[in-house]
């Protein structure tokens, strides 16, 4: 009883910022996200008669304490759905510089839910693949799709219509999406403690609620007409926003660098000459500048002249999860 799949990091262009319910991670806000093609996790799962126990392999290593047991966690509710108590051997090689601020938990969630079921003899389709991808790590739920994805936040308790959804497949609409690594530190706030402190505390957490809904019309509208100009000015509309919810979070934190407003800067100068690039943040000092494919070298080349830059990932969009 075996399975291998290949899943791909997403980037929010519309961002999960907050949870209604933490168990079940499902979020006060719907998102939006594009799924990339160059950074992936590959898991194979193995669930075997006479194992005692869960086994995890991470790139190679044997994982125990904290990490073990989410796996653990994560792999109860595929058991529970099958109706079947057998132990996994879980090996996965994960493609994902976390440094850069690409979240692997996306990649990650979605291939180990994927493969999981599979293995243990579920025909699940998308929906309820992503229902599952959710539970290990919210924004995993948009990395079972390819291309461009919403991923509903529901309106249950149980969680049964929170599941993402694509709104156009990566061939599409080809974009560029530049990684703009300005530091590889361990970030003091985590995202879920961000995340939580911001809704617990943020005074400023209401109006994010109350304008979230015109940047998903609008982001919707921008990807349905290729509209880039208008897709471009909500997604860095939204990243703006979210930010600011930090700032008035008791204690206040900020995510940013000098280094992250130098990046917004030129990118914003970039624009004023005619070049269109708009800049998303998600919760790191790390930057994603989004451009079209024709302008994609020369917005690269003026991004590296920046002293604060030390590396810069080129993607596009990519598939959704794949069986190997």
């Given at each position: ?100 601020g ?5 990649s990650?969630?979605a ?22 991808a959710?539970q ?147 919760a ?16 690269k ?24």
């Amino acid at each position: 009883m075996q399975a291998k799949v290949k899943a791909h990091t997403n980037i929010a262009l519309i961002k999960y910022w907050g949870k209604r319910n933490e168990q079940l991670f499902l979020p006060t806000n719907n998102s939006i996200s594009i799924t990339l093609d160059r950074f992936y996790t590959t898991t194979s799962v193995t669930f075997q008669e006479g194992l005692t126990a869960d086994q995890f392999m991470l790139d190679g290593k044997e994982i125990q304490g904290m990490e073990l047991q989410k796996i653990k966690t994560f792999l109860d509710l595929i058991r529970n759905k099958a109706n079947k108590q057998l132990f996994a051997i879980v090996e996965s090689v994960n493609n994902v510089p976390t440094a850069a601020g690409f979240a692997s938990s996306a990649s990650g969630y979605a291939a180990l839910a994927a493969a999981a079921s599979k293995a243990i003899g579920l025909n699940l389709n998308e929906e309820e693949l992503s229902i599952i991808a959710r539970q290990g790590s919210g924004s995993a739920s948009r990395s079972v799709y390819g291309g461009y994805v919403e991923w509903q936040k529901g309106e249950k308790e149980d969680g049964t219509d929170s599941y993402a959804t694509q709104i156009m497949p990566a061939d599409k609409w080809d974009l560029s999406i530049l990684s703009v690594m300005v530091e590889a530190k361990e970030k003091k706030v985590l995202s879920r403690e961000g995340m939580k402190r911001t809704v617990n505390t943020s005074s400023f957490y209401q109006a994010w609620l109350d304008t979230i809904d015109e940047d998903l019309i609008a982001a919707r509208q921008g990807i349905k007409n290729r509209d880039f100009e208008l897709l471009g000015t909500v997604l860095e509309r939204n990243a703006l926003k979210m930010h600011a919810t930090t700032l008035a979070s008791n204690p206040p934190f900020l995510y940013w660098t000098g280094a992250t407003v130098d990046v917004m800067h030129e990118v914003e100068a970039l624009r004023e000459e005619g070049i269109l690039s708009y800049f998303t943040i998600d919760a790191g000092p790390n930057v994603k500048v989004i451009c079209q494919p024709k302008d994609e070298t020369i917005v690269k080349e003026r991004l590296e002249q920046l002293n604060c830059v030390q590396q810069i990932f080129v993607c596009h969009p990519g598939p959704g999860v794949e069986y190997l």
